[in-house]
Nanobody, 123 residues
Framework: QVQLGESGGGLVQAGGSLKLSCTAS????????LAWFRQAPGKEREFVAAMHRVGLGERYADSVKGRFTVSRENENMLYLQMNSLRPEDTAVYSC?????????????????WGQGTQVTVSS
């Protein structure tokens, strides 16, 4: 079974950049939509960005639009380039896949999840 694993998180100052990676081990991504979510302490999981596995489009949360970019390399690597980071971007970031072609905001449509990587942005 394909498992998702994130890396690239860390501590960065406000205004800095990080690039997160999501690797599908044991094969390629199984879903049609690949996404990033984040969850800050005491808050619900929040949609960040999504793209179709075959490159039919992308979608971003308003809070990250223009600062974050989702991309894919080969059939088992997903990235999230995060620029101009803000303290409110601090969260655990997780990648997920869905069989749906809908670039949905709801975590409920995503069936495979990674464990997450911590991103902390200091002011």
């Amino acid at each position: 079974q394909v498992q998702l694993g994130e890396s690239g998180g860390g501590l960065v100052q406000a205004g800095g950049s990080l690039k997160l990676s999501c690797t599908a081990s044991g094969g390629s991504f199984s879903g049609n939509t690949l996404a990033w979510f984040r969850q800050a302490p005491g808050k619900e999981r929040e949609f960040v960005a999504a793209m179709h596995r075959v490159g039919l489009g992308e979608r971003y949360a308003d809070s990250v639009k223009g600062r974050f970019t989702v991309s894919r390399e080969n059939e088992n690597m997903l990235y999230l380039q995060m620029n101009s980071l803000r303290p409110e971007d601090t969260a655990v970031y997780s990648c997920a896949t869905s069989d749906s072609y809908i670039l949905g905001y709801s975590p409920a449509i995503y069936t495979h999840w990674g464990q997450g990587t911590q991103v902390t942005v200091s002011s």
